[in-house]
Nanobody
Framework: QVQLVESGGGLVQPGGSLRLSCRVS????????MHWYRQVPGNQRELVAS???????QYKDSVQGRFTISRDFAKNTVDLQMNNLKPEDTGIYYC??????????????WGQGTQVTVSS
């Protein structure tokens, strides 16, 4: 059974840092692009960062230079390092990925989300 489980959320002051981690089971190997989204109540989920299997990582303009997405095939994780956090970064952060099946189709998976609150 494929599962994505996020961890690392919490309460942090403006200017602080958090590192989110998404553990993929049984393996991240068959996943192509991995993403982090965030959602604020009343709004749609927005794409924050993407890590393609090949190519450069991509970031939402407002987090460029502050957030870093990284994938570790050995640990089956995709992390989001968030520095210089701002109150507008508050939201529920979701891990998302596209897994290739043996038949060549693609299946999309979501984690359950982890809350990040940036407040003084």
């Amino acid at each position: 059974q494929v599962q994505l489980v996020e961890s690392g959320g919490g309460l942090v002051q403006p200017g602080g840092s958090l590192r989110l981690s998404c553990r993929v089971s049984p393996s991240i190997f068959n996943f192509n692009a991995m993403h982090w989204y965030r959602q604020v109540p009343g709004n749609q989920r927005e794409l924050v960062a993407s890590a393609p299997r090949y190519g450069s990582n991509q970031y939402k303009d407002s987090v460029q230079g502050r957030f870093t997405i990284s994938r570790d095939f050995a640990k089956n994780t995709v992390d989001l390092q968030m520095n210089n956090l701002k109150p507008e970064d508050t939201g529920i952060y979701y891990c998302n990925g596209d897994r290739m099946t043996p038949s060549g189709s693609s299946e999309n998976y979501w984690g359950q989300g982890t809350q990040v609150t940036v407040s003084s």
